[in-house]
């Protein structure tokens, strides 16, 4: 029972799976810059899975790097403080956000997008994927 429970702690410790081209680990600050601290329940998304999330950044040819993250949990269900939180964060990392291009698509999909500007003058990018359920965002630099 001991060594079950060690097993199990070390698998969630590293929460890690590969499901169809897609890899999710666990994030608790952003891979490209880790002053900026993420909210509780996300994950970062890897590999071939994420095309479709990267597609509807805009210009994505602008930006060097792009990582996709998600909300799972609790994190998923309270949407309006979840997002909050993360724009809190980015700005507690030196990055402030200009006011939101919004969008509503088909699905229920709302796609919002912030143009940061990091402390050193670098221009980023956050989008925000909210689907019913579902929050995802990008971010680039």
Do not use: C, N
């Not at 499901?19 to 993420?38: C, K, N």
């Amino acid at each position: 029972m001991r060594k079950l429970l060690w097993t199990l702690l070390l698998s969630l410790s590293f929460a890690q799976a590969q499901l169809s081209g897609l890899i999710v680990s666990s994030a608790t600050s952003l891979a490209l810059d880790p002053s900026v601290q993420l909210p509780p329940g996300t994950f970062r998304l890897l590999g071939q899975g994420t095309a479709s999330i990267l597609a509807f950044v805009p210009h994505p040819s602008r930006y060097a790097h792009l990582q996709v993250y998600e909300a799972t949990g609790l994190a998923m269900g309270l949407e309006a403080g979840y997002v909050h939180d993360l724009l809190t964060d980015f700005a507690l990392g030196g990055y402030f956000a200009s006011a939101p291009t919004t969008r509503t698509l088909s699905g229920g999909l709302r796609e919002d997008i912030y143009h940061l500007q990091g402390s050193s003058g670098q221009p980023a990018l956050l989008l925000i994927l909210l689907e019913p359920h579902q929050i995802y965002f990008v971010v680039g630099e």
